[in-house]
């Protein structure tokens, strides 16, 4: 399975993922994962945000388990982070029905679609659609950086826009969904352990810093008349360093975009965009305060207009408590893999549906720390460790 995903939406040059959703990348991994759920003569379904689903049972039982992630990638994303979820899931599934158990509940695998919101912008967009977080009004109006909307990007990819929106029936059928990840971190690589357990997922959210100055010749016009806000913006970078380390979060402007982004023409306006994390609400509140409180103090001095936008913003997700003691109950009786539990920064499918049903997430050692990059990496060894743990939590929640 592992080496049939591995060159799709693989570049040539950066030997990085470009999974971007409804692309044909896209199109190619969803008939992957309709492939694997047909040659396991699972029920295929596909929900009315493209999500997709492979059926174990009936699916109108209720009390179903559901694992699985995301196919999509961030650009020059790594191999790992979403499909090794999916891979496993299929896996673990092939590894229960390989121990001869019996069944007592549905079991579903899933592939929820723009999870890493490369192409418009917004994160775990199926996800966020089916619990109702994001409104169907909301997800039309999503453009890509070619102003092709969602809704002309899912019609050209061959898929009806018209019945997008909050799914509460499907989501009631489900008594718990499990998701493994690849850990993006080191914590794992630190303590020695092959698994984690998820216990929350910091707050976290993107905003938009605008800073308008005055376009010029990058030749004749001297320092002193410049409003040049490209100063405004390296200046609240620096800042953004810095009050992340006080306030013991991250924050990181990691896109930006100049006009008229000429090599000999002095910005008129230069929009950057920050993502900020902490481990809890009020230390992030500090950091983007006095990010903000700096940028507007930088912006004064030099003459330049600002302006901030959240363009999203998610709380801090504590996964269920039952459902991860019951997780960490069931690794400590049925397999010799200690799994510690740790917290995460990086944001999943896991945390926006763990607002309308019991969610948990595992944790697959990454020993470089690295995600979001093609050197984002986990052992052989590691990957199978976290079958085995995933296969023994679904036999523990939906198996005699």
Known sequence: MWQDLLPIGQDRDSRG??????????????????????????????????????????????????????????????????????VSSFAALDELRHRGVEFTKPLAITNF???????????????????GVLTREQAYELKDATGTSLPQAMEKAGYDPESIGADPERLARIGAFIELHVEQGRAL?????????????????RWRFDFRGEANHAGTTRLVDRRDPMLTYAETVLAARREAQLAGAVATFG???????????IPSLVRGWLDSRAADQQSL??????????????????GIDVSLTRESF???????????????????????????????????????????????????????????????????????????????????????
């Not at 630190?190 to 910091?202: F, H, Q």
């Not at 983007?288 to 912006?299: D, F, L, N, P």
Request: charged letters at 25%; hydrophobic letters at 40%.
């Open 314 to 400: 998610t709380p801090v997700v504590e996964f269920d408590h039952a459902l991860r003691d019951e997780l960490a109950r069931i690794l400590g009786t049925r397999t010799e893999v200690k799994a510690p539990v740790l917290g995460t920064g990086a944001g999943h499918d896991a945390g926006i549906l763990a607002q309308s049903i019991p969610t948990a997430m595992l944790f697959v050692r990454n020993p470089t720390g690295v995600s979001h990059s093609p050197a984002e990496f986990a052992a052989e060894d590691d990957c199978l460790a976290g079958v085995r743990a995933l296969a023994d939590v679904l036999e523990g929640l939906a198996c005699k």
């Open 113 to 131: 679609g723009d999870e890493e919101g490369a192409r418009f912008g917004l994160a775990c967009v199926g996800s966020r659609l089916t619990s």
């Open 285 to 302: 509140d500090a950091t983007v305060t006095g990010i903000e409180k700096a940028a507007r103090e930088y912006a004064d001095a030099h």
């Open 189 to 205: 690589d630190l303590s020695g352990d092959a698994v984690g357990i998820a216990s929350s997922i910091w707050p976290h959210g």
């Open 255 to 265: 896109k930006i975009s100049v006009e008229p982004n000429g090599v000999n023409a």
């Open 17 to 86: 993922y470009r999974r971007y959703a409804w692309t044909e990348a896209d199109t190619d991994c969803r008939a992957w994962f309709k492939a694997q759920a047909e040659s396991r003569g699972l029920t295929y379904e596909l929900d009315r945000n493209g999500n997709q689903w492979a059926w174990l049972g009936d699916p109108e039982a209720g009390d179903a388990v559901v694992t699985g992630s995301h196919l999509d990638s961030v650009p020059d994303g790594g191999a790992f982070d979403g499909p090794l979820g999916v």
